[in-house]
């Protein structure tokens, strides 16, 4: 990636002590709730910065589509109130250019306009050069690279701020969740770019009031950094997403509920016996790889014995018969028989191929 380091959050905002709260309404509505609501979130010390979309991305038209840039002065007031860092979604190059008119100082892409090679690649000439916090949501669809590419259009931009937010995808069929958390996607792109922070959105991946809780510690529990969670002071008032905002003080209780485990510990003791499990696991694995390719020596055998006698690679009797038994064995060790099917459907399907190299044989090719 042709860009310069991406920087910590900690390196951009030093007081930080815990993971990074960034809580505020879905829509900022009015000015007077725009102020109500931040001054009760800015009375909980965990919360450093202010979310508030100015210019909503509805997927249908007709329902509420934000306040506009009047929304902008509204944000600047709650910096002056309040001191927390203030954020609004920009979804073209012209949001882009009056949020940084307006000194906002977080601006994030949101999950529909990362889907858009186009748009985002405007947003990041709109906003080249400049010192702001730029935060880009996952793509609607898990497309991992549609992701990294707009990371890295706003990296080459010179943007060094970068927070990735992970706020799930579309669902194909109804799930509980209002967009399927797939957290996979988030390990991945983790993996590609070990310093990129990543942040959870579970208001958007939830849908609703009642999962926030579980789905904060899944991304605590997973090494996010910290959450963008949507809050309002009255939610059921709401010109939008009322379903999933929470109010300051419930927002206050998921954050006492949430235990933040970090990646490493800094007991020696608990150090020691992690490592020491962790090479009884290498141990393990080596021997169970050791043990596989002593099981491929005599699927091959077999394999040759059937060739000289032309008998066909698969009995399907006799693969029934080692299933069901495999199955009982492994309920006898704790190991439960679905784990045991996927298991040896998946060493049975390898020994078929090795037979059928040997053997010629049409059979499962
Ligand atoms: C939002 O944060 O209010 C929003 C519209 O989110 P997303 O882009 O994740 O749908
Ligand atoms: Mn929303």
Known sequence: MKTTKIKQIKEWLPALNNPFIFAGPCSLETEEQTLITAKLLAKDKRVFAYRGGVWKPRTRPGSFEGVGKIGLRWLQNVKKETGLLVGTEIATAEHAYEALKHD???????????????????????????????????????????????????????????????????????TKFRNYPGWKTAIDLKALLPDLPIIADPSHIAGRKDLILELSQKAFDLGMQGLMIESHFNPEAALSDKEQQVTPQRLAEILNQLIKKSESSN?????????????????????????????????????????????????????????????????????????????????HEESIKLQSEITDDVVNQ
Do not use: Y
């Not at 059937?306 to 495999?326: G, N, P, Y």
């Open 104 to 174: 906002i100082d977080i601006l994030w892409i949101g999950a529909r306009s990362t889907a858009s090679p186009f748009i985002v690649q405007e947003i990041a000439d709109a906003v080249s050069g400049s010192d702001k916090v730029v935060m880009i949501k996952n793509p609607v669809n898990p497309d991992l690279n549609l992701w990294l590419g707009a990371i890295e259009r706003i990296a080459s931009a010179g943007i060094e701020k970068i927070v990735a937010i992970h706020r799930g995808f579309t669902p194909f069929t109804q």
């Open 267 to 347: 007991d020696l003791q608990f150090e020691d016996v992690l490592e020491q499990l962790r090479e009884r696991i290498d141990v393990l694995d080596t021997e169970l790889l050791e043990i596989l390719a002593l099981r491929r020596e005599v699927v091959r055998k077999i394999g040759k014995h059937k060739k000289q006698q032309a008998v066909a690679v698969l009995q399907i009797h006799r693969w029934k018969e080692i299933l069901d038994q495999r199955k009982l064995l492994g309920i006898k060790m704790e190991l439960s028989s679905e784990f045991v099917n996927t298991l040896f459907n998946c060493i």
